[in-house]
């Protein structure tokens, strides 16, 4: 280069905020909004998900939890936590899959999995009444 060259460049910038000017129109709204009553527990919606991933690998969609964890995008030993909830009693699971939709379980998922964790059914249906907080719940 033989010399350097200076050149200058002008424009006008717009404001960044426009207020546009319509019409006010008036609708009828199409959808009425549907009131939210609230959440499933996370214990209920874990052992629904954990009851599922059972069904998935007994029908052979998946081999083992190591494919469920890949395709969840999750952990191994998250998998295997979720699906220690399949070893609950059945009444217990039924008792747990009818939490009604309030946000919050009177218990943890943890506290859960410790019942699971119990080799016998009754000893998980007692663990569970105390947990429930009703004793004739589950009998």
């Avoid at 199409?30 to 499933?40: D, E, I, L, P, S």
């Avoid at 874990?46 to 999750?74: K, P, T």
């Amino acid at each position: 280069m033989v010399g350097s060259s200076l050149f200058e460049v002008r424009f006008k910038l717009r404001p960044t905020v426009r207020e546009i000017q319509r019409a006010e129109q008036v609708t009828e709204p199409t959808v009425r909004a549907v009131r939210r009553t609230g959440r499933y527990p996370r214990a209920a919606k874990v052992l629904a998900l954990a009851l599922q991933f059972q069904e998935m690998i007994n029908r052979g969609e998946v081999r083992d939890y190591a494919d469920l964890a890949r395709l969840g995008c999750v952990s191994r030993e998250r998998i295997s936590q979720s699906m220690m909830l399949v070893w609950l009693a059945p009444d217990i699971q039924k008792a747990v899959l009818r939490l009604p939709p309030s946000g919050r379980a009177p218990f943890s998922e943890g506290a859960l999995r410790r019942i699971a964790k119990m080799p016998l059914w009754e000893d998980q249906r007692r663990a569970s009444r105390e947990l429930f907080g009703e004793p004739e719940a589950l009998e």
